[in-house]
């Protein structure tokens, strides 16, 4: 089975810190993404990749960034926390088939 | 950049009711489309997907999804419920990336 591993389910932060988010898989997908899921809104693009230190921005990267040093490694990044990134984040791959496959998610709140 | 519309924000419906998630979206060129869920406090797992062939697909726990392509549209069903399927649902389109629906919560009452 595929297995998309986030490295929290829960994060407590401040306001202003600088905070990391890590999703791993383990089935050498070349495509990884990251989505925020807000109550109404569904899961909104934040930033997606195609391949090792590739990134394209998707529908609402402001406030964050990412980085793909490694295949299996995506990490999501929030520069300076602010509480309107107060949210559930999902981290997905795929392959060259369309399915993608979901991390079980970390829900981060920024204090 | 394709895009995906839910219907319903929330569909109440009794046990053993049949019920139906709509979902339309909105592509001028062929896609995939699939149906995920949520349970609480979970990530997404995938329910169905259509990506080429007979329009009516059959996924887990008995839900059926007809993609109908000149209406747009990827209809969920389900023709008898249990209190088990209660959850949130996403349907999505993929082409380059995948994008989703805002999601329909589905609660299903004893």
């Known amino acids: 089975d595929v297995k998309v591993t986030q490295s929290s389910r829960y994060l407590v932060k401040r306001t202003g810190e600088k905070v990391f988010l890590e999703c791993v898989q383990d089935m050498d997908h070349e495509n990884m993404f990251w989505y925020r899921q807000d109550p109404g809104l569904g899961l909104r693009l934040i930033y997606f990749?195609?391949?090792?230190?590739?990134?394209e921005k998707g529908d609402i990267p402001e406030g964050y960034s990412v980085s793909r040093e490694k295949k299996e490694r995506f990490s999501l990044i929030l520069e300076s926390a602010s509480t309107n990134q107060t949210s559930m984040y999902l981290c997905a791959s795929s392959s060259t088939g369309p399915e993608a496959f979901f991390g079980q998610g970390t829900r981060l709140t920024v204090v | 950049a394709q895009s995906v519309t839910q219907l319903d924000s929330q569909v109440p419906v009794f046990e053993e009711a049949p019920v139906e998630l709509r979902c339309n979206y909105s592509?001028?060129?062929?896609?995939?489309l699939f149906w995920y869920v949520q349970y609480p406090n979970q990530g997404l797992q995938l329910l169905l997907k259509?990506?080429?062939?007979?329009?009516l697909v059959k996924g887990i726990n008995g839900f059926e999804a007809e993609f109908n392509k000149s209406q747009t549209s990827f209809h969920l069903r389900k023709p008898s419920v249990h209190i088990s399927d209660t959850a949130e649902y996403f349907c999505?389109?993929?082409?380059?990336?995948?994008?989703f629906g805002a999601g329909t919560r589905l609660t299903v009452k004893p």
């Open positions: 592509s001028s060129v062929s896609v995939y």
């Open positions: 259509y990506l080429s062939g007979s329009t």
């Open positions: 990749s195609y391949d090792v230190k590739m990134k």
């Open positions: 999505a389109v993929s082409d380059d990336d995948m994008r």
